[in-house]
Nanobody
Framework: QVQLAESGGGSVQPGGSLRLSCVAS????????MGWLRQAPGNKREGVGF?????VPTYGDSVKGRFTISRTKDTLYLQMNNLKPEDTAVYYC????????????????????WGQGTQVTVSS
């Protein structure tokens, strides 16, 4: 089992920045991939970005050039710059174990473990 705990959400004005963190614990030592997804009210969950099992980052089209994902061994970060009102959502950290077939981490069904989510609100 992998436990994930997000932090860093909050309220910010358009054009502002926030940094989210996600700490993973409880893993067995197997390598795992981690990503960020978000869900706004009334919308489907959307992939923001992930770092795959080869440590390659991939971003959703709506955040390219504004958001940056990085990772230490057990912590995943999401640096969000030039935030827009449409970025308002609950942001979730998620993880899946590496091995076997390639998983495209912008799809929420690829993940085995989820955090509780942290709210990000962008409003003037």
């Amino acid at each position: 089992q992998v436990q994930l705990a997000e932090s860093g959400g909050g309220s910010v004005q358009p054009g502002g920045s926030l940094r989210l963190s996600c700490v993973a614990s409880g893993y067995t030592g197997s390598r795992y991939s981690m990503g960020w997804l978000r869900q706004a009210p009334g919308n489907k969950r959307e992939g923001v970005g992930f770092i795959d099992c080869e440590d390659v980052p991939t971003y959703g089209d709506s955040v390219k050039g504004r958001f940056t994902i990085s990772r230490t061994k057990d912590t995943l970060y999401l640096q969000m710059n030039n935030l827009k009102p449409e970025d308002t959502a609950v942001y979730y950290c998620a993880a899946y174990y590496c091995g076997g077939y390639y998983r495209y981490g912008l799809n929420d069904y690829e993940y085995d473990y989820w955090g509780q989510g942290t709210q990000v609100t962008v409003s003037s």
